[in-house]
């Protein structure tokens, strides 16, 4: 069975890694889904969400010279619905890193991100996830201006 980019397959799940699960498709092909395609919410762990023999629908979203195929599952399905009062999936909130013109400071820092509000729907575990997600991206941030300074320091006109 021949199929391309956008195609939808059903396929059983025949490996799992901690980056995503391979899956045995139609035709004796397979492929992957990488860790961020297997659901909409935040996947710590692929084994949380799919298990070895497991069959599920999959969406071809990437076929690469080497001909190995890249799959989603997340694609292959509708979207949750969101609340109408949240933010579109890529929004975020403006950030400023070093304010004064491009001068070097630190004095102007960066804009935190304000945190979401908990919603009443929200059960422990999302809460979690969305805590971890907030946690990671902050971490990041910071290490990302302690590099920027840490390359200045020491390098200044004498």
Avoid: C
Avoid at 51 to 62: A, L, M, N
Wanted: proline letters at 6%; glycine letters at 14%; a positive charge.
């Amino acid at each position: 069975m021949e199929f391309g980019v956008g195609s939808v397959v059903e396929g059983k799940v025949t490996g799992i890694t901690k980056f995503g699960a391979f899956v045995s498709l139609p035709g004796g092909k397979s492929g992957l889904v990488h860790i961020s395609e297997i659901a909409y919410s935040y996947v710590n762990e692929v084994s949380e969400f799919l298990q070895e023999g497991q069959e599920v629908k999959v969406k071809v979203i990437g076929i690469d010279e080497s001909n190995r195929i890249n799959l989603s599952i997340k694609k292959a399905m509708d979207p949750p619905v969101r609340p109408a009062n949240a933010a579109p999936s890529g929004a975020r909130a403006p950030r400023s890193f070093g304010g004064n013109g491009g001068s070097g400071g630190r004095s102007g820092g960066f804009t935190p991100r304000p945190a979401a509000p908990a919603s009443q729907d929200m059960d422990f575990e999302d809460r979690l996830k969305q805590f971890m997600q907030s946690s990671d991206s902050k971490l990041s941030e910071l290490r990302y201006m302690e590099k920027k300074g840490s390359s200045r320091r020491g390098g200044g006109r004498r």
